[in-house]
């Protein structure tokens, strides 16, 4: 095999650092704006804060960009014609399953509180794992979350 060959087989284990960012297409995007930085928490970049590449964008409405505490970057591309591939947000239409997120074990339960206070979308009742617990609810454009913990 030539090292050209040996090259293409792949990336080398621990060339991908992190994850860098996801990017999600929202219908409404004042409402996904309030879902992720007021109901979920995090944090909108704003001003210097926002990429380089996206300023003109963000300033036109067309995208926002909300940082988890590990540094993830959740983008959010406005596109008003996006809609649902069903009307029932429990059928999957995307590759993807779900996003969750981290939360203190202490703090679950009022988390699940804010999601209920907020009339968010969540599919069916906390799930306790040997794993931790978890609840799983939708965004304003029907993709699946999860908040969870580990075991007490």
Same mark, same amino acid.
């Given at each position: 095999? =030539?090292?050209?060959?040996?090259?293409? $087989?792949?990336?080398? &284990? *621990?060339?991908?650092?992190?994850?860098? /960012? +996801?990017?999600?297409?929202?219908?409404?995007?004042?409402?996904?704006? /309030?879902? @992720?930085?007021?109901?979920? *928490? $995090? /944090?909108? %970049?704003?001003?210097?804060?926002?990429?380089?590449? $996206? &300023?003109?964008?963000?300033?036109?409405?067309?995208?926002?960009?909300?940082?988890?505490?590990?540094? =993830?970057?959740?983008?959010?591309?406005?596109?008003?014609?996006?809609?649902?591939?069903?009307?029932?947000?429990?059928?999957?239409?995307?590759?993807?399953?779900? $996003?969750?997120?981290?939360?203190?074990?202490?703090?679950?339960? /009022?988390?699940?509180? &804010?999601?209920?206070?907020?009339?968010?979308? +969540?599919? *069916?009742?906390?799930? =306790?794992?040997?794993?931790?617990?978890? +609840? @799983?609810? @939708?965004?304003?454009?029907?993709?699946? %979350?999860?908040?969870?913990?580990?075991?007490?």
């Amino acid at each position: 095999m =030539t090292q050209l060959e040996t090259k293409s $087989l792949g990336l080398a &284990v *621990g060339s991908l650092r992190q994850v860098h /960012h +996801i990017a999600f297409n929202v219908k409404d995007m004042a409402a996904s704006r /309030h879902f @992720y930085g007021k109901i979920l *928490g $995090l /944090h909108e %970049l704003t001003g210097e804060e926002v990429p380089k590449t $996206l &300023v003109k964008l963000v300033a036109a409405g067309k995208v926002a960009n909300f940082v988890t505490p590990d540094g =993830t970057v959740i983008d959010l591309f406005w596109e008003p014609d996006l809609s649902p591939p069903d009307s029932n947000p429990e059928i999957a239409f995307t590759r993807a399953n779900h $996003l969750a997120f981290d939360i203190d074990p202490e703090s679950f339960d /009022h988390a699940v509180q &804010v999601l209920e206070q907020n009339q968010v979308a +969540i599919a *069916g009742k906390p799930v =306790t794992r040997p794993t931790g617990r978890g +609840i @799983y609810f @939708y965004d304003p454009d029907g993709f699946m %979350l999860e908040i969870r913990c580990d075991p007490n």
